[in-house]
């Protein structure tokens, strides 16, 4: 089917968006059964002759409301009736984390016309809570080198876009190492006393989001500005295609981790295996913004330090 036919199947005449049994009941197109029944019982209860038998538009409602239901309930007449419907409708109706993700995804893939990196890690990627405006994220180990294709600059915008259709407001994301609300908390919490450290010793704490972006809200950890910096020093590296300007870039940017992991090394307080982690995060983020092995890189920032060249 042609884009054109799509649009004109989602408009009723005189140009409006046509209204569908999902609206009706205020579902999104992907609603369970449960939903379903829940939706009409909660509209039926409001609209129902008993309650306003003489107000002819909540009788209207109510013939709507269980029209709609009559059909959605049904497996072989929902089956029918979407096939005569546009494939999605946005901004969803009752958007979770979990279905935000999944149609940021779809809109992603639909618009690239094609399977790449940047879906296989948006399909590795699993929601763990929407905070504010920001969408918090995990990936599984296995998977984590898979994380840097989301963060080039213009996948990554691919992303907010997507996010921001799907969502009907402008929401940002954030791929964390833990898995649960309560480590997203716990690492607010240490972002929270490090800015407050930083502050305390004069320094300041730019946002690489920009003003209004996720770092103003809620700021970056010293390893999430380190991979920003790789990842946008990359993207304005001149002659980045030539395997020499590579080398001087995967050097410099080895240079950067090196510092970083001997700087929190010497603070109090610091938690050895976060720490680890962190540490292969970013080798595995510098991993995909060049195309190699992250063990081969692994190796190489040991040799440097040995070395004494970092």
Same mark, same amino acid.
């Given at each position: 089917?042609s884009?054109?036919? !799509?649009?004109?199947? =989602?408009?009723?005449?005189?140009? $409006?968006?046509?209204?569908?049994?999902?609206d009706?009941?205020?579902?999104?197109?992907d609603?369970?059964?449960?939903?379903?029944?829940?939706?009409?019982?909660?509209?039926?209860?409001?609209?129902?002759? !008993?309650?306003?038998?003489?107000?002819?538009?909540?009788a209207?409602?109510?013939?709507?409301?269980?029209?709609?239901?009559?059909?959605?309930? !049904?497996? =072989? /007449?929902?089956?029918?009736?979407? /096939?005569?419907? +546009?494939?999605?409708?946005?901004?969803?109706?009752?958007?979770?984390?979990?279905?935000?993700?999944?149609?940021?995804?779809?809109?992603?893939? %639909?618009?690239?016309?094609?399977?790449?990196?940047? *879906?296989?890690a948006?399909?590795?990627?699993? +929601?763990?809570?929407?905070?504010?405006?920001t969408?918090?994220?995990?990936?599984?180990?296995?998977?984590?080198?898979?994380?840097?294709?989301?963060?080039?600059?213009? *996948?990554? *915008?691919?992303?907010?876009n997507? &996010?921001e259709l799907?969502?009907?407001? /402008?929401?940002?994301?954030?791929?964390?190492?833990?898995?649960?609300?309560e @480590?997203w908390?716990? &690492?607010?919490?240490?972002? @929270? $006393?490090?800015?407050? #450290?930083?502050? %305390?010793t004069?320094?300041?704490?730019?946002?690489?989001?920009?003003?209004?972006?996720?770092?103003a809200?809620?700021?970056?950890?010293?390893?999430?500005?380190?991979?920003?910096? %790789?990842?946008?020093?990359? $993207?304005?590296?001149? #002659?980045?295609?030539?395997?020499?300007?590579?080398?001087?870039?995967i050097?410099?940017? &080895?240079?950067?981790?090196?510092?970083?992991?001997?700087?929190?090394?010497?603070?109090?307080?610091?938690?050895?295996?976060?720490?680890?982690?962190?540490?292969?995060?970013?080798i595995?983020?510098?991993?995909?913004?060049?195309?190699?092995?992250?063990?081969?890189?692994?190796?190489?920032?040991?040799?440097?330090?040995?070395?004494?060249?970092?």
């Amino acid at each position: 089917m042609s884009e054109q036919q !799509d649009r004109e199947r =989602q408009v009723a005449p005189g140009g $409006q968006r046509r209204t569908t049994y999902y609206d009706v009941l205020d579902l999104d197109r992907d609603a369970t059964p449960e939903e379903i029944k829940a939706a009409y019982y909660e509209l039926a209860r409001q609209h129902h002759p !008993d309650v306003a038998s003489q107000d002819a538009e909540m009788a209207q409602k109510f013939a709507s409301v269980s029209e709609a239901y009559r059909v959605l309930s !049904d497996p =072989q /007449r929902r089956r029918q009736y979407d /096939r005569s419907l +546009p494939q999605k409708s946005y901004p969803l109706r009752r958007p979770t984390p979990e279905k935000i993700w999944r149609e940021a995804g779809d809109v992603v893939l %639909m618009r690239s016309d094609r399977f790449g990196p940047l *879906n296989q890690a948006m399909q590795a990627t699993v +929601p763990i809570t929407l905070d504010g405006d920001t969408l918090v994220l995990t990936m599984p180990g296995s998977e984590r080198h898979l994380a840097g294709h989301m963060e080039t600059a213009a *996948n990554r *915008n691919s992303i907010l876009n997507a &996010l921001e259709l799907v969502a009907g407001r /402008r929401l940002y994301f954030r791929v964390i190492d833990g898995t649960t609300t309560e @480590e997203w908390e716990q &690492l607010k919490h240490v972002e @929270e $006393q490090a800015r407050s #450290r930083r502050t %305390m010793t004069g320094r300041t704490e730019t946002a690489p989001g920009g003003p209004g972006g996720p770092s103003a809200k809620g700021g970056e950890s010293t390893w999430d500005e380190l991979i920003q910096r %790789m990842h946008r020093t990359y $993207q304005q590296l001149p #002659r980045r295609q030539h395997p020499q300007a590579k080398s001087r870039y995967i050097r410099e940017a &080895l240079g950067w981790i090196a510092s970083v992991d001997e700087e929190l090394r010497l603070r109090e307080g610091v938690d050895e295996d976060v720490h680890e982690r962190m540490l292969a995060r970013a080798i595995e983020r510098l991993s995909a913004i060049v195309d190699l092995p992250a063990v081969v890189l692994a190796l190489e920032l040991d040799a440097l330090k040995r070395a004494g060249e970092v």
